[in-house]
């Protein structure tokens, strides 16, 4: 992938397959949203304390997989560099954590060399997973990334799922799982950027919506 065409928005990395189970599609002010289903994976991540900025984390996954230096793992293995680069949050600590996906021939641990770093990188297991995502284009900061859940969970909530609540009546979001997923350098253009932010669900949730979604679409 080109420098150029990687300023224009372009993604030339492999991104995780998912099954595409249903797609929500609204205009403004509503939150559009896809209900994705994605398998096993493999990660390697690191943490970040609050006041932390996000270049030194990141730098940490890159030296793992060889980006700009020898890889930093037992077998000196370079590994291709993937998207989305996944973000999360824990609302007590306010630790984050970030996480690079690898590539899909790495399907199991024996296949994964270790970190030499391992004080800041670890390997983890995704296990599989269902639910919302959202797509926006624009910066790929915290505070947007945490607007966008925002309405992605009042919109899940107009459309049925039950999600749990604060005294304020608003989606409690240091009760349900989400994340923040940014597809793309820094150097592109912010409006040709694909960011997107993902809530997760349990299976019935999403049976329960789709079936509800479609009763009303056909009504």
């Known amino acids: 992938m080109s420098y150029l065409g990687m300023i224009f928005g372009k993604i030339g990395v492999e991104e995780p397959a998912f099954e595409l189970l249903f797609t929500r599609s609204l205009t403004s002010p509503q939150t559009p949203y896809e209900?994705?289903?994605?398998?096993?994976?493999?990660?390697?991540?690191?943490?970040?304390?609050?006041?932390?900025?996000?270049?030194?984390?990141?730098?940490?996954?890159?030296?793992?997989?060889?980006?700009?230096?020898?890889?930093?793992?037992?077998?000196?293995?370079?590994?291709?560099?993937?998207?989305?680069?996944?973000?999360?949050?824990?609302?007590?600590?306010?630790?984050?954590?970030?996480?690079?996906?690898?590539?899909?021939?790495?399907?199991?641990?024996?296949?994964?060399?270790?970190?030499?770093?391992?004080?800041?990188?670890?390997?983890?297991?995704?296990?599989?997973?269902?639910?919302?995502?959202?797509?926006?284009?624009?910066?790929?900061?915290e505070s947007k990334c945490h607007d966008k859940v925002r309405a992605l969970a009042s919109q899940l909530l107009i459309d049925g799922v039950d999600l749990p609540k604060g005294d304020d009546g608003l989606v409690a979001l240091d009760k349900i799982k989400y994340e923040w997923w940014g597809f793309n350098p820094p150097f592109t253009l912010p409006f040709l950027k694909r960011n997107e932010v993902w809530i997760e669900l349990d299976e019935t949730q999403v049976e329960k919506l789709i079936a509800s979604q479609t009763k009303d679409s056909e009504s």
């Open 35 to 141: 209900i994705r289903r994605y398998g096993k994976r493999y990660a390697i991540e690191t943490t970040m304390e609050p006041s932390e900025k996000t270049s030194s984390p990141f730098m940490a996954l890159a030296g793992y997989i060889g980006v700009t230096k020898a890889p930093e793992n037992e077998k000196k293995e370079a590994i291709a560099m993937t998207a989305p680069v996944a973000m999360d949050k824990n609302h007590q600590s306010g630790v984050r954590t970030m996480k690079f996906i690898l590539p899909s021939s790495y399907d199991d641990l024996t296949k994964i060399p270790k970190p030499t770093n391992a004080d800041k990188v670890t390997i983890k297991e995704l296990a599989p997973a269902v639910g919302a995502v959202h797509r926006f284009s624009g910066s790929f900061d």
